[in-house]
């Protein structure tokens, strides 16, 4: 029920979406959020203008992060992933590059069940 719940709720957002570039960039969000965009994510000194460290891979960024926090989940393999948090100030600021193009459909909305959400993990002694 909850799952139905959210796939009404992402339609409504795609419904809300005024024109194509705005649903071009919801769609892109949902393919970095399922670990299918190459990004970069460069964290800058602003006083400095030094690069502070860089985050490349399949990455997400956190979505119900704290004020002046920022976490950032990255898969690694097949069932692996790390996840950062790091700490914004005054003078620490971030910038988030996509590496490579990806194909995104205007016209196409997608519902992403995870099959653990469906299917209850049972164990067998």
Not at 19 to 28: I, P, T, Y
Not at 33 to 61: A, K, V
């Amino acid at each position: 029920m909850k799952k139905v719940i959210l796939a009404l709720a992402g339609l409504t957002v795609l419904a809300a979406c005024s024109n194509d570039a705005d649903v071009a960039s919801h769609n892109l969000s949902q393919a970095a959020d399922n670990f299918q965009i190459e990004r970069r994510i460069i964290f800058i000194n602003g006083i400095t203008d030094r690069y502070l460290m860089q985050i490349e891979g399949l990455c997400s960024l956190g979505n119900a992060d704290k004020s002046r926090e920022l976490s950032v989940t990255c898969k690694t393999g097949p069932n692996s992933y790390k996840k950062h948090f790091l700490g914004l100030s005054d003078n620490v600021t971030y910038f988030v590059e996509q590496i490579e193009p990806a194909s995104v459909s205007v016209y196409h909305y997608a519902v992403t069940f995870k099959p653990e959400a469906i299917v209850p993990d049972v164990s067998i002694k």
